[in-house]
């Protein structure tokens, strides 16, 4: 069995949870938070310090075979964009370990495990919120910050994007389920494709959008909110489609 591991040795305990998870698993005291396809779990609460351990589905033999030999495990991916997230000024949790574990050229376990987060909250249904004016102004400025970096993150969707408000009344976001990201990305077109799940309705995005829009150019600003919203409205067609094609499929069984 090979072991891949990433660790952040200013974190104390991390070597020895990344060696503990690559021999036993999760242990028997982790608290699950998500369980489907992956597990997400918390350990060492009861030492005070909290660490979120995302146990990563094992995969079947051609996509275990694809990671094992030719691309770069989820895990270590999450690691590795963490670290480069944090470089570049953005926020997400801290990176603790990253352990695979690769068996005759196959991935079989893989964990991921950052600090856990609390007094965070998820975009989601955030349209129904008082001061979501004031949230999709903020997090206009925030895409704006990431796109001029370069940063295209593939999920940006609104259960991987946490915020919150201190106490002046500022908001800050943090990404969370980063293994599937980008850097040096110069394509606006491609940039804007953040538009098609940031947010749940069309209204929601129309506010998006405008605030987004009024950070560019002047000459830029109606085409750059109409391409926002028509991302938005493709993405909800691509998506009706899908669901009514499975429907019929099952109709027919």
């Known amino acids: 069995m090979k072991v891949l591991l990433r660790v952040n040795d200013d974190v104390a305990g991390a070597r020895a949870l990344a060696h503990s998870l690559a021999d036993d698993g999760l242990p028997a ?7 489907g396809r992956n597990i997400v779990a918390v350990v060492g609460e009861s030492s005070g310090e ?6 990563f589905g094992v995969p079947g033999i051609i996509k275990g075979l694809i990671y094992g030999l030719f691309r770069k495990p989820k895990a270590l991916r999450a690691y590795d964009n963490a670290e480069e997230l944090r470089r570049r000024g953005f926020d997400t949790p801290e990176p603790v370990c990253a352990v695979t574990l690769i068996e005759c050229g196959c991935l079989r376990r893989s964990y991921y495990v950052c600090r856990y987060l609390e007094n965070w909250c998820e975009l989601r249904g955030v349209e129904k919120r008082s001061d979501f004016s004031r949230i999709a102004g903020a997090l206009a400025v925030y895409m704006n910050r990431l796109h001029r970096a370069g940063v295209f993150m593939k999920d940006f969707t609104q259960g991987n994007i946490l915020f919150r408000c201190d106490d002046s009344g500022a908001y ?3 990404l969370v389920d980063i293994n599937r990201m980008e850097f040096g990305v110069s394509d606006p077109k491609k940039l804007m494709g953040n538009f098609g799940a940031a947010l749940d309705t069309r209204e929601g995005i129309e506010a998006l959008a405008g605030a987004y829009a009024a950070l560019q150019p002047e000459g830029e600003r109606c085409d750059v909110a109409a391409r926002a919203v028509k991302i938005y409205d493709d993405r909800q067609a691509t998506l009706w489609r899908r669901r009514h094609i499975k429907e019929f499929i099952r109709g027919k069984k």
């Not at 005291?29 to 369980?35: D, L, M």
């Not at 909290?50 to 146990?55: G, P």
């Open 172 to 174: 800050h976001f943090m």
């Open 50 to 55: 909290s660490l979120c351990v995302k146990a």
């Open 29 to 35: 005291g982790a608290r699950e938070i998500y369980c």
